[in-house]
């Protein structure tokens, strides 16, 4: 009988042990329109993927024949708040572990190709059923293995050594570890590689590089302890820094990294050196302190970035921009050709948005996403704040004559938000300062999520008969292209 022997080796059955679907590839005798069962074994795995895996073990229950299919499912995704079950509007807990140990075991398939556990609450006395878990990923040669653990900084689970030679892995997640200062990192078809929550240091880091030879993708989110972010490969082209850990690393070189994204909060910024094959960056970040301090920062963040083609900015940066340009101080030019803004658009977000169009002379294509709501992200005195009370209309009139991206490359703007924030008087200034500047646009698209507020089940009449009417005044524009077209998307939901 399958179980657990006293090692802690898990022995699953083998496919031997269940009935066969197919003697000799025939299908089982079938029901009237009953088309799914006639499937080829690799399709119902594949159906298998795509749901949960508690619906895959629903599917025991549609008939005999039925009962073990679900064990050859090669996606085994465990969530930690599997555990939760609601009974009479309240919630009580069962043995998580033991409910994977009971589909590990089950499990016939002779390889898995994704093993996640994720929300799994982890003591001390949890790690030798954790190791008994990574075992059998181990033995299934999974390629998507994702370890999202709960637990306090300092019961950090250590990743065994046999993890660090697994040489099938491609993809690799984990959260809340604790990696070996000496353990050689051998991971030779690894891809992708996503850290959270963990300790590392520059060594650790250095050899996850070097012993990942094919790695494209590295993240880290909140990660503590690298002073150096070193990326010396000819492979890894998406680095991913996010959350406020990053404050005491001093500096990032990787020659050859094609996309940076900084994300998060944090109390300074580590030096650029080299990223002088760099295609895209997202910079949606927040440097609280001194205002003098923000504005340095960003200014040498630009200098860095005039060559990157596609750029994203936040509503801290946009802010700082308008400082500067209060300060007198030039936004060094850039050659960006595709930039994406993170903002609401409101009356601290919008002279940053003018004094960037201003620097971004190349500009073919701006995207606008907007946020929630915006708040002033620095401290300023009174004096200083009223400087922003400004009427939006006349303050992109006056910067008239300025923008050379509208006037010559400037062809498509999109427009995302929420129907709530589409009728903002400083959006629709924007708008209608850029259909009425832009000479070669040729297209505006314009959408607006529509969704019924938290217990409604659906729209107001009044939140509908609001967008329509904005979008009316939109139309009524003056558009300085012929050929720019409105257009507008307004999904329900």
Not at 263 to 292: N, Q, T, W, Y
Request: net charge positive.
């Amino acid at each position: 009988m399958a179980g657990t022997n006293v090692h802690g080796v898990i022995h699953r059955k083998s496919s031997g042990d269940r009935p066969s679907r197919t003697e000799g590839n025939r299908a089982p005798p079938l029901r009237p329109r009953d088309l799914i069962s006639a499937l080829p074994d690799d399709v119902i795995c594949r159906i298998f993927s795509f749901l949960l895996l508690e619906d895959v073990v629903k599917t025991s229950v549609l008939s005999k024949w039925w009962r073990s299919t679900w064990t050859t499912t090669n996606h085994l995704v465990f969530h930690g708040f599997h555990g939760l079950q609601r009974r009479n509007h309240g919630t009580y807990t069962f043995d998580f572990p033991s409910l994977v140990d009971s589909v590990l075991i089950r499990c016939t398939s002779p390889s898995v190709k994704s093993f996640h556990i994720t929300h799994f609450k982890y003591d001390e006395a949890c790690r030798p059923k954790l190791d008994l878990w990574l075992r059998f990923a181990e033995a299934c040669c999974v390629e998507d293995f994702r370890l999202l653990l709960i637990t306090g900084l300092q019961f950090l689970y250590k990743l065994p050594p046999f993890l660090y030679c697994l040489s099938w892995l491609v993809r690799l997640e984990v959260g809340l570890c604790c990696f070996s200062l000496s353990t050689t990192i051998r991971w030779p078809c690894l891809k992708v590689l996503l850290i959270e929550y963990s300790e590392l240091s520059d060594d650790i880091l250095e050899r996850i590089v070097r012993g990942s030879p094919i790695l494209e993708s590295l993240e880290l989110h909140w990660c503590r302890g690298v002073k150096n972010i070193i990326i010396d490969s000819m492979s890894v082209k998406e680095l991913v820094l996010i959350g406020d850990s990053f404050s005491n690393t001093e500096k990032l070189w990787a020659p050859r990294l094609l996309s940076l994204r900084v994300s998060g909060r944090h109390s300074s910024m580590f030096r650029l050196d080299d990223i002088s094959s760099l295609v895209e960056a997202k910079i949606d970040f927040d440097v609280p302190g001194d205002m003098m301090m923000c504005c340095d920062l960003l200014t040498k963040l630009l200098e860095k970035l005039c060559e990157v083609p596609k750029i994203t900015i936040g509503g801290w940066c946009l802010q700082i921009l308008y400082v500067l340009e209060m300060k007198g101080v030039l936004s060094p030019l850039s050659n960006c050709q595709n930039l994406i803004l993170r903002a609401r658009v409101c009356q601290w977000d919008l002279p940053g948005i003018a004094y960037m169009l201003q620097s971004f002379q190349c500009l073919e294509k701006l995207v606008i996403y907007l946020t929630g709501l915006s708040l002033l992200k620095f401290g300023v005195d009174k004096e200083f704040e009223a400087r922003f009370n400004f009427d939006e209309e006349d303050l992109l009139r006056s910067r008239k004559g300025n923008f050379q991206c509208l006037a010559k490359h400037l062809k498509r703007v999109e427009i995302i938000s929420f129907a709530n924030s589409f009728g903002s008087k400083h959006l629709l200034a924007l708008i209608k300062f850029l259909l009425g500047d832009t000479l070669g646009l040729e297209k505006m698209i314009i959408k607006a999520d529509l969704h019924a507020q938290h217990g409604q089940k659906r729209l107001e009449t009044a939140d509908l008969f609001k967008v329509l009417s904005v979008s009316r005044n939109v139309l009524s524009y003056r558009r300085a292209s012929q050929n720019a077209e409105v257009i507008f998307k307004f999904p329900c939901k």
